[in-house]
């Protein structure tokens, strides 16, 4: 099976603090992407990766960096948070080569920014 | 600009009745996708099922099928004989051309009641 995983379910930081959020996947694949998800808003694609050191924007990237050094690993990084940041943020990932292939989701990181 | 619309923000249905939750779509792409996740209250986001715009029949998966009419832009997931662990989020989503991201609605809550 595959498996996502992200370092914290839960975390509280302050604003300003630079906040780093870890994902990581054990099937080698080559696309992973990081989310926000708010209320009446669904899911909103900050970073997506498609190969080590490989990244492009989303919707939403302001106030947002990713790091892809090796291929399990994309973490996002919030240089300044700030409370707007407050969220829930998933991180999925993919098999490139067919468009259908779904994307498989970790268990979400729900970011309380004071 | 290509857009996901879910109008049905919360639903309550019988247990065992058949679910209708709405999607429907905006894109002048010839070529997408259209995919259904389920999201539990523990928070992962599940995979159901997938649509490719050239399909020419409806996908089904177990008691998920979609109901998918193209010329109203709409790709609606039916869930037959609702059971209590069917109550969750669903989010419809469009894979944008051949790119491998997703737009995303704003979701449905379903509330299967016993």
Redesign the interface.
């Known amino acids: 099976d595959v498996k996502v995983t992200q370092s914290s379910r839960y975390l509280v930081k302050r604003t300003g603090e630079k906040v780093f959020l870890e994902c990581v996947q054990d099937m080698d694949h080559e696309?992973m992407?990081w989310y926000r998800q708010d209320p009446?808003?669904?899911?909103?694609?900050i970073y997506?990766s498609?190969d080590v050191k490989m990244k492009e924007k989303?919707?939403i990237p302001e106030g947002y960096s990713v790091s892809r050094e090796k291929k399990e690993r994309f973490s996002l990084i919030l240089e300044s948070a700030s409370t707007n940041q407050t969220s829930?943020y998933?991180c999925?990932s993919?098999f490139?080569g067919l468009?259908?292939?779904?994307?498989?989701?970790?268990?979400?990181t729900r970011l309380t920014v004071l | 600009a290509q857009k996901i619309t879910q109008t049905q923000p919360g639903m309550f249905v019988q247990e065992k009745e058949a679910v209708t939750l709405d999607c429907t779509y905006d894109t002048s792409d010839p070529s997408y996708g259209l995919f259904w996740y389920k999201q539990p209250s523990s928070g992962e986001m599940i995979f159901l099922i997938y649509q490719g715009s050239y399909d020419q029949q409806n996908a089904t998966e177990g008691r998920y099928s979609l109901n998918f009419q193209k010329a109203r832009k709409s790709a609606n997931l039916v869930i037959s004989a609702s059971q209590l662990g069917d109550s969750a989020m669903y989010f419809c989503a469009m894979r944008r051309g051949s790119n491998y991201q997703l737009i995303w609605g704003a979701g449905t809550k379903l509330i299967i009641k016993p």
């Open positions: 696309n992407f009446g808003l669904g899911l909103r694609l997506f498609y989303g919707d829930m998933l999925a993919s490139p468009v259908e292939n779904e994307q498989f989701f970790g268990p979400g």
